[in-house]
């Protein structure tokens, strides 16, 4: 099946400093990725929907300037955490549908200390 | 935004009973898909069932879908320990994009 690779798979890192996280479509290409949140016990929360080659869209009462989201091309988008704060510590996960199917990444958690 | 929503938000059961969680959403949709979640890990796709389709088996795993009602439920019959996890079930609208329920904790004790 296909196969959605997320990099780091945890990250520990100091307030204040940048944090990026990688999502990979395998052996898919995809447009369109999206990335999730997750606190403990939580759902999933939609944070924004990368876009190849265009400004990625994000979900009310999430920062663009905070979360900066890179989708240069077709088979990897970034998400990048600046200035991190322990708040920011949470599970993210990225998501790529082929077709009808969405296949997720491994998850990054990340901790902020 | 999420629109779904599971009930029960937790559910403890013994081993070999069977399992039953349910999902209502809001708005129409193409499909609706169900997700497991080990802790602190991504989701795996269970399965995937259309609007036009009523009822999907996958091996222990039976999924009803009444979009009368805009409900599902996702039944796991014959559970077992390594059944333990979040179950989520996500709505695909239009767009392709999913939006996730509050999902179900289960505990299946051995």
């Known amino acids: 099946g296909a196969v959605v690779s997320q990099h780091p798979s945890r990250v520990i890192c100091k307030s204040g400093t940048s944090v990026k996280i990688e999502c990979r479509s395998l052996?898919?290409?995809?447009?369109?990725m999206f990335w999730y949140r997750q606190f403990p016990k939580q759902s999933l929360m939609l944070m924004a929907t990368?876009?190849?080659?265009?400004?990625?869209?994000?979900e009310q009462g999430v920062e663009k300037d905070k979360f900066l989201i890179n989708h240069a091309s077709l088979t990897l988008s970034t998400l990048t955490v600046t200035s991190a704060h322990p708040e920011d510590s949470s599970f993210y996960i990225c998501?790529?549908?082929?077709?009808?199917?969405?296949?997720f990444g491994q998850g990054t958690r990340l901790t902020v200390v | 935004s999420q629109q779904g929503e599971e009930d029960p938000q937790a559910l403890s059961i013994q081993e070999g009973e069977n399992a039953t969680m349910n999902c209502s959403y809001k708005?129409?949709?193409?499909?609706l898909q169900w997700y497991r979640q080990n802790s602190g890990r991504g989701l795996v796709h269970l399965i995937l069932?259309?609007?036009?389709?009523r009822e999907k088996h996958s091996g222990r795993l039976r999924v009803t879908l009444d979009t009368s009602k805009k409900s599902s439920s996702l039944l796991i019959t014959a559970s077992r320990a390594a059944d333990t996890a979040s179950y989520f079930c996500?709505?695909?609208?239009?767009?392709?994009?999913?939006?996730f329920g509050g999902g179900t904790r289960l505990m299946v004790k051995p």
């Open positions: 998501s790529a549908n082929r077709l009808t199917e969405a296949f």
């Open positions: 069932i259309r609007s036009n389709e």
């Open positions: 708005t129409s949709i193409n499909n």
């Open positions: 996500a709505t695909d609208n239009a767009g392709n994009m999913l939006t």
């Open positions: 052996d898919f290409q995809a447009t369109t």
């Open positions: 990368s876009n190849e080659g265009s400004k990625a869209t994000y």
